[in-house]
């Protein structure tokens, strides 16, 4: 199943599938994705925040909360797993991505991305509508699917064993250390042996997901073999993601993310880090 749907074919289904907002910014973009989907979005839709359902206990950013407070939150936002989901947000294709990933590695089987997000949804002229949702609660039963998440430990033995390809999401200035990080008190680098394939790569002008033969192309001169095991970071998880969605569509749906990324590795005493292309 392709992991994105188009705006046609969502438009032809409002109402009948459950509609989720997962827009998100960075700290320097200075924007607000509650206060945006307040005041326009996809009719229907549900605003799932990736730094609210989270996990509070660390200071890492959008770290996966446990499946139970998971499962509050997804039941509050009345996300049934019986639902088809279609998860969108405001750039093209960033956060929702993330949220995306997030669905699924709390065992929502049924999630989908927009394709070119709302940026496209608004370009074809298509109706949107302001204020808060007020969604149905539903109960949730609580699930994790370990299979499509790494913590550090886990990434330390990969590097140690070579059982999968690290793929960095991030900038190549950022990936060989020559831009700082964006957020304070991090090293600048990468892990030994990681390939980079920032994530703007996998994205067409128009803010869509490229065409399999267009992925096939860009995931194979980053260097990676798309037959052997694939686990994607980034900066925070988010743009991991949106390799982990492209991959997606190639046929890689079990693609695992770093879930800590660079927020977490770079800011450990520890961990290897090194610089260069």
Known sequence: MDPVVSTAWLADRLGEVRVVDGSWHMPAEARDGRAEYLQRHIPGAVFFDIDHVADHDTDLPHMLPTPEAFAQAAGELGLSRDADIVVYDVHGIRSAARVWWTLRA?????????DGGLRKWLAE??????????????VVAPRFDPDLVRSAADVNAILQSGSAQ??????AARF??????PRAGLRSGHMPGAANLPWEQVIAEDGTLRPAAGLKSVFEQAGIDLAKPIVTTCGSGVTASVLALALARLGRDRTAVY???????????????????
Do not use: F, H, K, Q
């Open 259 to 277: 879930d800590g990324s660079w927020s977490e590795w770079g800011g450990l005493a520890d961990t290897p880090v090194v610089t260069g292309a």
């Open 166 to 171: 690290m793929l960095d999401a991030r900038s």
């Open 125 to 138: 002229g298509r109706p949107v509508e302001a204020g808060d949702a007020a969604p149905s609660p539903v």
């Open 176 to 181: 060989r250390g020559d831009a700082p990080e």
């Open 106 to 114: 709390m065992g929502y089987a049924n999630v989908r991305v927009l």
